[in-house]
């Protein structure tokens, strides 16, 4: 039986003036899976992720989300479809509390049109127990947070919206060990409940932790999809930056000194 397919990317392209950084881009992820996407820096990683956001469209190809033809000309329209994105870029408002951004921009109201903010507050805060966030207070404004505590209220917040496709953008670029433990038990929660997830990163050993699948950009174009245990991780490293290892760093010749020379001196 052929696996479902949650989304799937027809000969995208995405340009920025003279600058391709998505060209003629093609790969599928099954659905429920977790599936990394690699690449460097401009390989067209986070372009990809912004499409599928509905935060720009594609200057050709498109997109399928569960097997229809998807028209992600906005974030609502993405929202509609189940998908939602923790960004690198924190999204949230920093003059507001970390409950307001949570409940932006679908916050319940009253026949008055006045935010139900009780059963919000109740009900985010349940939320944010359940994912081990129950020290975080929902009445701190955001822009008094550190960096890793914004990282994980952008995952929340995409998660309390019960997601059917999760992108994940660099999510552990802010957090310490014990966070990316934290995030490993999220994903992992979260795939037993069905939802896909896109996990964009540059750090192999979280992709061999958390993921099944992988697809590699450079420089825009598609190189790889495939299992993640289908590749070694120096052959993953070729893909991304076009060379092996030993080209991209050779071994420096060894340097002998003769014992006792002086070798520095610091005045």
């Known amino acids: 039986m052929t696996a479902a397919i949650a989304i799937e990317a027809d000969h995208v392209r995405k340009a920025f003036g ?70 690198q870029e924190m999204t949230q408002v920093r003059d507001l509390t970390v409950l307001e951004n949570v409940l932006l921009p679908y916050a319940p109201m009253n026949a008055l049109g006045l935010i139900k903010r009780r059963e919000s507050e109740a009900a985010v805060k349940r939320h944010f127990a359940a994912l081990g966030l129950a020290s975080i207070d929902l009445r701190e404004e955001v822009g008094g947070l550190d960096l890793a505590v914004k990282q994980k209220i952008e995952i929340a917040r995409a998660l309390y919206r019960n997601p059917r496709i999760l992108l994940l953008d660099e999510p552990t670029s802010s957090l310490s060990g014990s966070d990316v433990d934290w995030l490993g038990e999220v994903i992992a929660r979260e795939k037993a409940k069905g939802v896909t997830v896109i996990f964009i990163s540059h750090r192999l050993k979280e992709v061999r932790a958390f993921c099944d699948s992988l697809t590699v950009l450079r420089n825009g174009k598609h190189i790889a999809t495939g299992k993640v245990t289908d590749f070694a991780d120096e052959e993953v490293i070729r893909m991304i930056v076009g060379r092996s290892i030993g080209q991209a760093f050779p071994e420096r010749p060894a340097r002998t000194h003769q014992s006792g020379a002086e070798v520095l001196r610091v005045s």
Do not use: C, Y
Request: proline content about 3%; aromatic content about 6%; cysteine-free.
């Open 18 to 87: 003279a600058t391709v950084a998505v060209d003629d881009v093609s790969f599928q992820v099954a659905a429920g899976s977790v599936h990394a996407l690699l690449g460097e820096n401009g390989a067209g990683k986070s372009t990809i992720v912004k499409l599928l956001s509905g935060l720009m469209s594609p200057d050709q190809g498109g997109f399928k989300v569960f097997g229809e033809a998807a028209a992600l000309k906005s974030p609502r329209a993405a929202h509609a479809l189940g998908i939602q994105t923790a960004f």
